[in-house]
């Protein structure tokens, strides 16, 4: 199993310039994360999706969008990048057992994206 | 204030020391505790987690919680400079029925050999 990948591994966009940042997961699992990564910050969550077809906002949404059609992928778009967007990006995806609390979260291995 | 807070480090200690991390929380709500750890431009990985109060041990490793004093440990013993990287705390909780983490900012740990 690959676990959680993610593409690409490193970007540059100039300002107002759009991309998307796949994520792509072979554990059927059932919850999708995406996160960045900030000095000082730690992991704050973007947007998650608790199955195929839905999708929630997290802490810090503004600027992204994302969309799980297929299980497996979970996308998340930049319509027109800012510089405050530059950052490590990382998704997590969860099996989520019903009843439990523990479920381990399973990181890819994150997107360096920098824009200018 | 910040739900979780952690000092950023970094800490850097001799090979063979021991180690504390901690990190402190406001929501008296959290029942289980877990522990990342986050090599240098890698994704985190769980290390270990408990429930509630008490110490759980694992190999090198004890996490520690007080939830009186909203307070938890991480321990490592005979450190290695493999252990170098960040630790991030974690406490899960549902929002409408939605699994969702909070983390520290994470501590920075430096072994030196």
């Known amino acids: 199993n690959a676990g959680v990948t993610q593409t690409p591994k490193f970007r540059v966009l100039k300002t107002g310039q759009s991309m998307t940042l796949l994520c792509a997961q072979d554990?059927?699992?059932?919850?999708m994360y995406w996160y960045r990564q900030d000095p000082g910050m730690g992991l704050r969550l973007i947007h998650y999706?608790?199955?195929?077809?839905?999708?929630a906002k997290g802490e810090v949404p503004d600027g992204y969008n994302v969309s799980r059609l297929k299980k497996q992928n979970f996308l998340l778009g930049l319509e027109s990048a800012a510089p405050s967007q530059t950052s490590v990006y990382f998704c997590?995806?969860?099996?989520?057992?019903?009843?439990?609390?523990?479920?381990?979260?399973?990181f890819g291995p994150g997107t360096r994206l920098t824009v200018l | 204030q910040k739900e979780v807070e952690q000092d950023p480090g970094p800490l850097s200690v001799p090979e063979g020391a021991i180690v504390s991390l901690n990190c402190t929380y406001s929501n008296s709500a959290f029942q289980y505790f877990m522990w990342y750890r986050q090599y240098s431009r890698k994704g985190p990985e769980l290390l270990m987690y408990t429930y509630s109060s008490g110490n759980k041990e694992d190999g090198r490793f004890t996490a520690q919680v007080d939830k009186s004093s909203k307070y938890i440990s991480l321990f490592i013993r005979d450190s290695q400079p493999s252990d170098s990287a960040t630790y991030l705390c974690a406490m899960p909780y549902l929002v409408d029925s939605s699994y969702k983490l909070i983390f520290g900012s994470g501590t920075r740990l430096l072994v030196r050999p």
């Open positions: 554990m059927n699992h059932e919850y």
């Open positions: 997590a995806s969860i099996r989520r057992r019903s009843g439990t609390s523990t479920d381990t979260q399973y």
């Open positions: 999706s608790v199955g195929e077809g839905t999708t």
